[in-house]
């Protein structure tokens, strides 16, 4: 109580520059961080021009370079979070104007990064160690966060499906170079049905071409569930209806899907890439070596990592408690919005 008090006294009200809605349907960050604040009694503004504020939360690209200037020359506190660099349209063909969309928007973080902020957010310190790595350690205080869930909406409470087992995919897009992730996700099913004998059904949440779609509908040996764009208030009821959840975000930066998923008990397993080492530890899932270099996206071990799923589906309730268990120790909404608001201070 005393903590609240103290965030009601000296932040009564920031501004959070709007970030792009999540295309796979799932409950964005901003709208997470809006109702914690909420119930902490902190108003929320997406506007420059609409003060008066104590801070601004910067979490995506902007283009109003000025309008944070001058709040800066203001004496507001500008805090930017980081998400991962783009880099996959670096190894992989995705067109010339994706191309170009990920480099002007590493830029352009970049720029606000060494030239206004005040203070940096890294979603993981994986992120954080990306950041420093290509563009130099920064030259303001940051501090890492992780994401975090409504511990009560995001919870194992539910009916899971019955057999075949379901391999759960939830991702924004599995377009611009990300279609390698279901191709890991069908193999992946497969292997499990045909080699460990467990029998296996995938379902995708998230944006995809109909063309990728009827591809794998036509190549898979496995059935597929194509949930396309859904909902966020749905993710929880889908998540407790899956046995496992396949992170398919090569190189992560703090995936969403994976926190959600944990929170329902849904056990996660994937590559140990990117932040996930960092999220699913002990028993809240497995994590296998990628078996090459993941930043050249080089053939993955797909046979190891269905050993690692086989092992959690013959244990569910030890992996599905430790789940939960791991997500109800770390990633609380609670825990993620008082960091936020002592970064914001």
Known sequence: ???TLRYNFL???ICIIPQASNVGG???FQQKLTIGLARRGVEVSHDLGDMPYEAVLLTSGTRQLLGLWQAKQRGIPIVQRLDGVNWIHRQRRTGWRHFLRAEYGNRLLAFVRARIASRIVYQSEFVRGWWEDWFGAGRVPSVVIHNGVDLQ????????ANLPYRLLVVEGSLGGGYD???EW??????????????????MVVGRLSSDLQSAWQNR????????GIVPGERIPEIDRSAHLLFSADLNSACPNSVIEALACGLPVVSFSTGALPELVTGDAGRLVPYGGNPWRIDPPDLPGLAAAAAQILQDMPRFRAAARA????????GRMVDNYLEALL
């Open 11 to 13: 932040v009564s009200r």
């Open 153 to 160: 909406i995001y919870s194992p409470v539910g009916q899971i």
């Open 185 to 202: 996700a069908v193999r992946l099913a497969e292997l499990l049905t045909e080699k460990h004998k467990i029998p296996m059904e995938l």
């Open 326 to 333: 791991r997500a109800v120790d770390a990633f609380s909404l």
């Open 1 to 3: 109580m005393k903590s």
């Open 220 to 227: 898979s040996r496995v059935p597929i569930l194509w949930a």
């Open 26 to 28: 799932v409950t964005t």
């Open 180 to 182: 390698l992730g279901l």
